[in-house]
């Protein structure tokens, strides 16, 4: 299971797949030629080994130059399309573009709700524009998002699927940022009810419940004498019934910040959930972004069936 998506963790920006053939009548139209697939195949291929070398500023401005080749093309509502302008909101997020991003996310929702069969596709867009909305301090907006998906969800698979029991986590998560719990309880416990019945009645690992770590790294003083701190950090957690969290490791990062990261990480006391009154272990992994002495935390929720 993917643990990050492409919008946040930058180190591993995950670039959508060319598919071999658009499924839209829409796309259909142009004919394209084998020439042009191939081109477009290869222009992709050329993004995604810049963005994934962590050169996203070059790999920014040939992307940019894909979404109008795919959609002359291919189409305006065609999948390449689609893929192409994904891309280039994956990059824009990674280089803190933030507004451009929410805009290609829309864009890529206008096309994918007038194709058919494209709910799967809906469902990841949302959950990532959700993200992005996170990022922004949209919180209302990434609430929405993810509603949005799990609407998506409850049709195709009842929920019944760790994709769909991590839409109802992350949804829950967001309305905690909210500082609404009487409102996210219900939710939780729902997702928690879903994982129990997809793992078969063992529930011993679950994903990080609660950003924790807001409003502690300022006052503990973190980032005194690290005004020029600059980069991500991206840090596994494994969290005990207590709450203390008992393993820290870097996934990626910078070997000035890495440190910092740690120690807030492994000093981190979480509020661990229950489930039928009995504590559980969770898993998790937080993403520290520092820019010039200012960082800002964001979380991926994962979950860990076993």
Do not use: C
């Amino acid at each position: 299971m993917k643990v990050l998506s492409g919008a946040l963790l930058l180190a591993t920006l995950t670039l959508s797949p060319l598919p071999a053939r658009s499924m839209s009548p829409q796309a259909a139209a142009p004919q394209a030629t084998a020439e042009q697939k191939q081109q477009l195949l290869q222009l992709n291929q050329e993004v995604a080994k810049l963005a994934n070398d962590g050169n996203y500023k070059d790999a920014f401005e040939k992307a940019k130059k894909v979404p109008p080749f795919a959609e002359k093309t291919f189409g305006k509502q065609s999948t390449e399309h689609a893929f192409a302008l994904h891309n280039l909101a994956n990059i824009s997020a990674a280089l803190g573009k933030i507004s451009e991003s929410e805009g290609y996310y829309k864009k890529i929702i206008g096309i994918y709700d007038a194709l058919p069969r494209s709910e799967g596709r809906r469902i990841r867009v949302y959950k990532e524009l959700a993200a992005i909305y996170r990022l922004d301090n949209n919180l209302l907006a990434a609430r929405d998002s993810l509603q949005k998906a799990i609407l998506l969800s409850e049709g195709l698979t009842k929920l019944l699927n760790n994709e769909g029991v991590d839409l109802l986590f992350d949804q829950a998560a967001v309305i905690e940022m909210l500082k609404r719990p009487k409102e996210a309880e219900p939710v939780w416990a729902h997702g928690l009810d879903l994982l129990n019945r997809i793992n078969g009645g063992r529930l011993d690992v679950v994903q990080l419940p609660t950003d924790a770590l807001w409003g502690r790294v300022k006052k503990a003083g973190y980032v005194k004498g690290q005004e020029d701190a600059r980069g991500t950090v991206v840090v596994n957690l494994s969290v005990d019934e207590t709450g203390k969290v008992t393993e820290a490791t870097v996934v990626t990062g910078a070997e000035k910040i890495n440190p910092i990261a740690l120690r807030m990480a492994r000093e981190t006391m979480f509020n661990p959930l229950s489930f039928n009154g009995k504590p559980m272990k969770m898993t998790g992994t937080v993403i520290y972004r520092f820019n010039s002495g200012f960082m800002m935390i964001t979380r991926e929720i994962i979950t860990v069936p076993l």
